[in-house]
């Protein structure tokens, strides 16, 4: 059986000390030339979310926060995997499981191609039944959606049920006339595909060329994360009415400091 072996994040202070000296001498491109986020996030937002990185955001509280739970790592299918595992101290509720993505956070970044959606999720199965759970549940968005459909598939005698936020689904034919509500969805689902997937498009064919940027620049990866937070939350305009500027830190943190901005790309890469 693999070995399951007890992980804390403690990054050294030299990789936080490299952090702040590269947010200091970014190379800044031209402000945009329009008033509005419509071709990328504003750069005034950037350099004075960059000037917060460098002088006041405390990583080390972060990571306190992160090893208050249990964590871990073990081998499977050749691969390093990072998860969390939380149990519940209430008789009769439910434990958390939590896996890192490969190429995402604290797992292994694969260094051969491969690592698709049917693999992960199968083992993500693997992983379950290393932990000794006969009886589970599910649950993912993006990515993780399309991984927990794939664990119920590959899983169907052990999964109770699964829960997924983030549904991909178009109508299927003529089914008569739409709601008003129906119509702005495909409205905004066309927008969507006409000025919001950019990013995607690059990651899924290109993303070793993107990489180079994306771990050389915490500018860029910052740039490259926040963005998607003002466009995927519910924030009227600006990211920071919908999370704290630590908590988009965090996130852009976790790309940063293991280096996956080329790894997590390669996810939309395909086999």
């Not at 031209?30 to 006041?56: F, H, K, M, N």
Request: aromatic letters at 10%; a negative charge.
């Amino acid at each position: 059986m693999a070995e399951i072996t007890p992980f804390r994040v403690e990054l050294p202070d030299a990789d936080l000390d490299d952090l702040r000296d590269r947010l200091r001498r970014t190379r800044w491109p031209g402000a945009e030339t329009v008033d509005d986020w419509s071709q990328g996030i504003p750069l005034a937002y950037v350099q004075e979310l960059c000037r917060y990185w460098a002088g006041e955001y405390d990583w080390r509280a972060s990571e306190n926060r992160l090893n208050a739970f249990p964590q871990f790592r073990v081998q499977i299918d050749g691969l390093g995997v990072h998860f969390l595992h939380v149990r519940s101290p209430h008789p009769d509720a439910f434990d958390v499981v939590c896996p890192s993505l490969p190429g995402y956070g604290f797992s292994d970044k694969p260094t051969r191609a491969g690592w698709n959606v049917d693999r992960i999720a199968g083992a993500w199965v693997q992983l379950m039944a290393l932990l000794g759970y006969e009886r589970y549940g599910a649950q993912g968005g993006d990515w993780g959606a399309m991984l927990t459909t794939g664990v119920a598939q590959q899983d169907p005698e052990h999964v109770a049920g699964v829960h997924v936020n983030m549904p991909v689904a178009t109508p299927a034919g003529d089914d008569g006339e739409l709601t008003e509500a129906q119509q702005q969805a495909l409205a905004d689902f066309a927008d969507h595909q006409r000025w919001g997937t950019g990013y995607s498009s690059q990651q899924s064919t290109r993303p070793q060329t993107l990489g180079y940027g994306l771990v050389d620049s915490p500018a860029g990866q910052c740039a490259w994360i926040v963005e998607k937070f003002w466009a995927w939350t519910d924030c009227d305009g600006h990211p920071e009415n919908a999370l704290t500027r630590d908590e988009l830190l965090d996130n852009v943190m976790l790309y940063w400091l293991p280096g996956t901005g080329a790894s997590s790309a390669r996810l939309s890469a395909g086999p």
